[in-house]
């Protein structure tokens, strides 16, 4: 009974020593170089926004400002001293901006601006039209 014990214990640690050779055997795979990280997000769909980032003021009442923060976040602040009153997302598609924003109850409320062609001022169109501006909360 002793020598069928040693004869197993023999076949196990062949077993053992071959499938470890066989893992050894396997070359491992080289990593390969992303080269340098890209550039911080500045940028939509290839579209440059680095002009619209930033505080934008209405021009009428009532006064709110927008707060673009790529590469897709928007809020909306008012009031003194200012608080945010909306947030959401935007998508820029040449000189017109889309702005998704959270309403109460969950819906989703869009807005479409439209850049001038020197890109100093935001139109939307609509019962009354408003413009937006460059300009920092008081």
Same mark, same amino acid.
């Given at each position: 009974?002793? #020598? =069928?014990?040693?004869?197993?214990? #023999?076949?196990?640690? /062949?077993? &053992? @020593?071959? !499938? !470890?050779? !066989?893992? /050894?055997?396997?070359?491992?795979?080289?990593?390969?170089? #992303?080269?340098?990280?890209?550039?911080?997000a500045l940028s939509t769909a290839g579209a440059d926004i680095s002009w619209l980032v930033g505080t934008w003021e209405r021009q009428s009442a009532p006064k709110d400002w927008l707060l673009f923060n790529p590469p897709k976040e928007v809020a909306?602040? #008012? %009031?003194?001293?200012?608080?945010?009153? /909306? @947030? %959401?997302?935007?998508?820029?598609? *040449?000189? =017109?901006? &889309?702005?998704?924003?959270? *309403? !109460? *109850? *969950?819906?989703?409320?869009e807005r479409v601006l439209e850049a001038t062609s020197d890109r100093s001022e935001l139109r939307e169109a609509g019962p009354p039209p408003v413009a937006y501006r460059r300009g920092a909360p008081p």
């Open positions: 009974m002793k #020598a =069928s014990t040693a004869l197993i214990l #023999a076949l196990l640690l /062949a077993c &053992s @020593r071959r !499938q !470890q050779e !066989q893992h /050894a055997a396997a070359p491992k795979p080289v990593p390969v170089d #992303a080269g340098p990280p890209p550039p911080p909306v602040i #008012a %009031g003194a001293p200012p608080t945010m009153i /909306a @947030r %959401g997302e935007f998508v820029p598609t *040449g000189r =017109s901006i &889309s702005i998704f924003l959270r *309403g !109460q *109850g *969950g819906g989703t409320i």
